[in-house]
């Protein structure tokens, strides 16, 4: 009587120890703050501010829905396991249209990851995601400036989605100019590509068309926006409204994302 005591006693304990060593392990799918959740306190208030207005501004336009989370980590998950799950939680973008984003960063895992909803995998698939991640994103966190580098992701995430309802948000353009554009390209990249195609035409068009006619071809300006072309819209409309939870959106487990 006394051994089997001692075994159910025994048994018990690895059992509460198993179960502790899971807990541990088990990271935590926080309930969301609102459209940004900085639980690593990695965004500058700033920053805050002008993501929540983004987000808040795209939701009253267009119904879609983009939330940012940092996080220290997502182990034992991998980051996109991860972002999936917390995507289906939180049920990200409008019910019926699924079109919810969602920027996930693990600042001690050094990674981050984009996830699209089903209503938003057209507008932002699993390419565009890439290089909004490895383009605008990653050259920031690099340098340490995480703040900046969530912000400049956002704003392209946000001006594809608004793309995608044909509508205009405010300050996009301004913010653009200030956040993205000085990361398109380093201006060591910059320089070897121009060298390269001035070369070209000097070897091929030049002598073709002469000196005046080669000038010709170096006047024109670059029309469209940014990295992934087309130009962003107008200033129209203002930011406003309030957090009131997510609307019902899935995802089917698109997006990108990587390391840094």
């Given at each position: 009587?006394?051994?089997t005591?001692?075994?159910i006693?025994v048994?018990?304990?690895?059992?509460?120890?198993?179960?502790?060593?899971?807990?541990?392990?088990?990271?935590?799918?926080?309930?969301p703050?609102g459209?940004?959740?900085d639980?690593?306190?990695?965004?500058?208030?700033s920053?805050?501010?002008?993501?929540?207005?983004?987000?808040?501004?795209?939701k009253?336009?267009?119904t879609?829905?983009?939330?940012?989370?940092t996080?220290?980590?997502?182990?034992?998950?991998?980051i996109?396991?991860y972002?999936?799950?917390?995507?289906?939680?939180?049920k990200?973008?409008?019910?019926?249209?699924?079109?919810?984003?969602?920027?996930?960063v693990?600042v001690?895992?050094?990674?981050?990851w984009?996830?699209?909803?089903y209503?938003?995998?057209g507008?932002?698939?699993d390419?565009?995601?890439?290089?909004i991640?490895?383009?605008?994103i990653?050259p920031?966190?690099?340098?340490?400036?995480?703040?900046?580098g969530?912000l400049?992701?956002?704003i392209?995430?946000?001006?594809?989605?608004?793309?995608?309802?044909?509508v205009?948000?405010?300050?996009?353009p301004?913010?653009?100019?200030?956040?993205?554009?000085?990361?398109?390209?380093?201006?060591?990249?910059?320089?070897?590509?121009?060298?390269f195609?001035?070369?070209?035409f000097?070897l091929f068009?030049?002598l073709?068309?002469g000196?005046?006619?080669?000038?010709?071809?170096?006047?024109?300006?670059?029309?469209?926006?940014?990295?992934?072309?087309?130009?962003?819209?107008?200033?129209?409309?203002?930011?406003?409204?309030?957090?009131?939870?997510f609307?019902?959106?899935?995802?089917?487990g698109?997006?990108?994302g990587?390391?840094?």
């Amino acid at each position: 009587m006394r051994f089997t005591h001692k075994l159910i006693f025994v048994l018990l304990a690895g059992f509460l120890c198993f179960a502790s060593a899971l807990s541990a392990e088990e990271p935590a799918f926080p309930e969301p703050q609102g459209f940004i959740n900085d639980f690593a306190g990695l965004i500058a208030p700033s920053d805050f501010q002008q993501l929540n207005a983004l987000a808040q501004a795209l939701k009253q336009k267009t119904t879609a829905e983009i939330t940012v989370v940092t996080l220290k980590t997502t182990k034992p998950y991998d980051i996109q396991d991860y972002s999936v799950r917390l995507f289906e939680k939180w049920k990200i973008g409008k019910a019926g249209k699924d079109n919810g984003v969602l920027l996930l960063v693990a600042v001690e895992d050094k990674k981050a990851w984009i996830t699209t909803g089903y209503g938003l995998e057209g507008a932002i698939p699993d390419a565009a995601a890439s290089k909004i991640y490895r383009n605008i994103i990653a050259p920031y966190f690099k340098k340490g400036e995480f703040s900046k580098g969530i912000l400049a992701g956002s704003i392209v995430i946000v001006d594809l989605a608004a793309r995608e309802y044909n509508v205009s948000i405010e300050d996009l353009p301004k913010l653009t100019q200030q956040y993205v554009r000085p990361v398109e390209k380093s201006p060591l990249a910059s320089f070897i590509q121009g060298l390269f195609t001035l070369l070209f035409f000097v070897l091929f068009f030049g002598l073709r068309l002469g000196l005046f006619g080669f000038l010709l071809l170096g006047t024109g300006r670059r029309r469209g926006g940014y990295w992934y072309g087309g130009g962003l819209s107008g200033n129209s409309g203002g930011f406003g409204g309030g957090f009131g939870g997510f609307g019902g959106g899935f995802t089917g487990g698109g997006g990108a994302g990587g390391g840094w």
